[in-house]
């Protein structure tokens, strides 16, 4: 019996990916429930299973008494000299229980009690599985499409992708493949609760993780990223080595890289750009593809001033600000954009120059002409669609 029950608990214990320690440990407890069910009470019934060979023992240790007032936990004088002579008042016998002895009710709850321990080291199992993946991309398959709310299989068990988790110019259907980003994982008594994201800004760096070796090898890091799902995304990049181009590194050659995560994300556009410990630096190559002339930035506020060639102003800024949006959200700084003109008419110069920084407002007026001389710049177009149709990341 026993390797026949050995043998069944190595093949529930595979299928159902749950311990062999926690099988046994269920028909322990099956095995006291059902004394409990035919006896009136377990209290003093003891089960023992040899975990390598699974054979098990269950037995009473009774007292040996003059009067028996429980049969469930004593045992006369008369019949513990049956048992071995050396017995005496108060002594505690070991009387083996014949399981085969339990009733039918008794049996079929011991039967209940070992399918439920099987269901919940499964749903724990399960939850540890997906737990370990918490913050992490996975791959599913829509599987159902329920209003507002799609479920992913993810192998052994659905993720479910909300509304707000959607990225709105996205159309699933069903048998669609897709990567998603693992948000949380709770428990609940019908399994663990997967919420995942398609447009979470976490899930463009983590595709960026699984395309670029640099990043997995902590050659380059990804500093900060901003996302519109759906549309743009920048992200800011450092590189831990001299000899490696971060922004390079992630383009790939020939763009393959970037490439492969726009393609992931459905046609979104990537921005990568070069992180700068120098706040007034990083605004100004947030705001790429715009050329800037000068940035002024208060890193107590937080709060910057950027000024631009007057032709370049509807670039910075971006089709409905978005440009200029997730500049702000990459750097933290709350930017406000002004031409060229703009700037002259408010009187910014004389306010941040002044009289006595003659130096620095000529550095300004030669950078300002460079621009103003740039005749091939000059003719660029005022609106964002040109930008898109360069390769992303550049």
Known sequence: MSAELKEAIEAIAK????????????IELSLLQACKNHFGKADNVVVEIDRDTCDYEVYANKEVVETVEDPAAQLSLFEAKKIDEKYELGDIVRIPIQSKAFGRIATQNAKNVILQKIREEER?????????????????????????????????????????EMVKSENLRVHDRVK???????????????????????????????????????????????????????????????????VGACVGRNGIRVGAVVDELGGEK?????????????????LSPAKVISVLADPDDRTALVIVPDYQLSLAIGKEGQNA????????????IKSETQ???????????GDDDEEEYEEYEEASEEYAEDEEAAE??????????????E
């Open 124 to 164: 724990r199992s399960l939850f540890d599985r997906y737990y370990e993946r918490e913050h992490q991309i996975v791959s599913g398959t829509v599987s159902r499409i329920n209003g507002r709310t799609i479920a992913i299989n993810l192998g052994k068990a659905d993720g479910i992708l909300t509304e707000s």
């Open 15 to 26: 299928e159902k990916n749950i311990s062999k320690d926690a099988l046994l440990d269920g």
């Open 380 to 393: 660029a177009p005022e609106d964002e669609e040109a930008v898109d149709e360069e390769p992303a990341g």
């Open 325 to 336: 949006r997730l500049a702000a959200k990459l750097t933290g700084f709350k930017i406000d």
């Open 270 to 286: 990537v921005d990568i750009i070069n992180w700068d410990e120098n706040p007034a630096l990083l605004i100004e190559n947030a």
């Open 180 to 246: 998603v980003y693992v948000v949380e994982v709770k428990d609940s008594p019908k399994g663990p609760r997967i919420l995942v994201s398609r447009s979470h800004p976490e899930l463009v760096k983590k595709l960026f993780e699984s395309e670029v070796s640099e990043l997995a090898e902590g050659i380059i890091e990804i500093k900060a990223i901003a996302r519109e799902a759906g549309s743009r995304t920048k992200m800011a990049v450092c590189s831990n080595d001299p000899d490696v181009d971060a």
């Open 343 to 353: 700037a002259q008419e408010a009187g910014i110069f004389e306010e941040y120059f």
